[in-house]
């Protein structure tokens, strides 16, 4: 009975030993399996890091590339790409009329007394037909007339970019048109429409004077004006 219970206690002795060892050994490749994890984790890194200092790098040689484009560029002729659209981008607001401009050209003068008022019709036909003459430049009491200008009457006030004058008042056209054409053509043709007009509204105490300016200067259109707005315009992409 002791041998048998003597193996008994060896056995179970041997069995924990044997679990402690066991145990030890997981342990082992626990921490093993842990560091090669770690291992991995920080390798990953390390490569996702060069990849975006690469990136980086292409960025800024692409900007460095720029930035010296642009330099030769400012620093070079007139005909360098950059003074060209800076050109471009003046003759545009030229013609957009968004600066002021000067040159040869002519200035109708109307005026209306009471009971006759300025008519809208009148201005109208005016710019209408200095647009047909090839104006490149018109305003009207100082307002420059453009693609988006309205004119109408409303009461006793004319509208012009939403500007009101009295129509009571005088008004003043200018126009700036091909030099050579105002005497011989520009000039009898507008005495031709003002008699037409005037005998229109026969009764009526109307005042129109047509005559060639050699330094006619026509304002830029202002930036608070209606016919400036296009902050609903987007791009079609």
């Not at 010296?68 to 981008?89: C, V």
Request: charged share 25%; aromatic share 6%.
């Amino acid at each position: 009975m002791r041998i048998k219970y003597g193996r008994s206690i060896f056995v179970i002795i041997v069995c924990v030993v044997l679990g402690i060892l066991l145990a030890l050994q997981m342990s082992n490749l626990n921490r093993r399996s842990r560091s090669r994890d770690s291992l991995q984790e920080l390798q990953n890194s390390i490569i996702e890091y060069q990849k975006k200092n690469q990136e980086l790098d292409q960025r800024n040689d692409q900007l460095y590339n720029y930035i010296r484009t642009l330099e030769n560029e400012l620093s070079g002729s007139e005909t360098g790409a950059i003074a060209k659209i800076i050109e471009e981008k003046e003759s545009f607001a030229i013609f957009a009329g968004l600066r002021k401009v000067e040159n040869e050209g002519l200035i109708i003068t109307l005026s209306s007394k009471a009971p006759a008022r300025m008519r809208d019709s009148v201005l109208r036909q005016f710019t209408n037909e200095l647009a047909s003459l090839g104006a490149q430049a018109v305003s009207i009491n100082g307002e420059r007339k453009v693609a988006t200008t309205e004119i109408r009457a409303v009461d006793d006030q004319i509208l012009i970019n939403g500007v009101r004058f009295d129509r009571n008042g005088t008004f003043e056209i200018r126009a700036i048109v091909d030099p050579d054409t105002i005497d011989n053509y520009v000039i009898p043709y507008l005495e031709n429409v003002k008699a037409a007009i005037l005998q229109e509204l026969t009764g009526e105490n109307w005042t129109i004077t047509i005559k060639h300016e050699l330094k006619v200067v026509i304002p830029a259109l202002s930036e608070d004006r209606i016919s400036y707005q296009k902050d609903l315009l987007f791009p079609v992409e």
